[in-house]
């Protein structure tokens, strides 16, 4: 059984906002076994922690918004993204401010961080929650299931009213090199009169064709056109895997999703935890000296 792993040095990236359009610094630190991933914002008085857990999910509107104590952190999807795909159990980010920068719009940048940074075994069995039975949850017409697998799997598929991205799906065998190679470079993406209605509201402030799929209604304003034929649900498979990071455990088990979202993504993490006989730990559960 693989042992936790986290970075094997100190490694700090910066971007604008998606939202606040400002300039952010991220730095990454190694941390301990057991420690999990845990957000400090730094710019607060005082710094407040805050542990990439379910239980911290404030706002699942356009992002994933972790919040304590008052302070909130947005936007975390894409690093987690990265953190997840690259298997990394403990770390330690310093943020500051509220929002995680958007860098390109996926979470290549934060993967390659990493990867320059290099990952290292820590020595300590990492546990896996492994799924015994299935899980469902749902909303009007978008669903997403958990089933039991041998391995981590996931099955995404999008419907949407617009002729350029339509009904996409995509079927993942989940691996650190399948996440590299299929899932952390597709972007974000968003409608051209959406993203004009946000600015107009304040919010997007940092959104452009540098950081997003701006889609128009007859092509798409990107010059270099799509990542990935189906770069649009690959995205949305980016941000599930960001959003299963807050479970804080590695997941054996086949998601599948319809016409999902952050919303329903932290509904079936709250599903799990809510009915533990429907899974187990991988080894099992045993106490160890921190």
Known sequence: MRSQ??????????????????????????????????????????????EANISRVVDARLATTLGKDGVTI??????????????????????????IPIMDGSAAPFV?????????EQGVPRE???????LKVSAEDAEISLMPSREFRIT???????????????????????FEREIGSARTFGLLKDLQALKTN????????????????????????LRFPEEFVRHKVLDLIGDTALLGKPLIGHIIAHKSGHHLHHQLIREILNNQS????????VKRNK
């Not at 947005?74 to 943020?95: F, K, P, R, V, W």
Request: net charge negative; proline share 6%; charged share 20%.
């Open 5 to 50: 792993r986290t970075i094997k040095n100190e490694a700090s990236i910066s971007g604008i906002g998606l939202h606040t359009g400002k300039e952010v610094m991220v730095t990454l630190k190694p941390s301990p076994p057991d420690s999990g991933i845990t957000f400090v914002r730094i710019d607060a008085n005082p710094p407040c922690e805050i």
């Open 74 to 99: 947005s936007t975390t999807e894409h690093l987690l993204g990265a953190i997840y795909g690259l298997g990394i159990d403990n770390l330690l980010i310093e943020i500051d401010s509220p929002e």
């Open 112 to 120: 390659d961080l990493i990867k320059a940074t290099g990952i290292e």
């Open 128 to 134: 896996f929650i492994k799924i015994l039975r299935p």
């Open 156 to 178: 995404y598929t999008i419907d949407f009213n617009h002729q350029l991205i339509a009904n996409q799906s995509c079927r993942v065998h989940f691996s650190q090199a399948t």
């Open 202 to 225: 304040g919010l997007a402030k940092g959104g452009s064709v540098d950081n997003a799929i701006v889609v128009g209604d007859e092509y798409i304003l990107n010059e270099e056109g």
């Open 278 to 285: 429907a899974w187990k730990l991988i080894p099992p559960a």
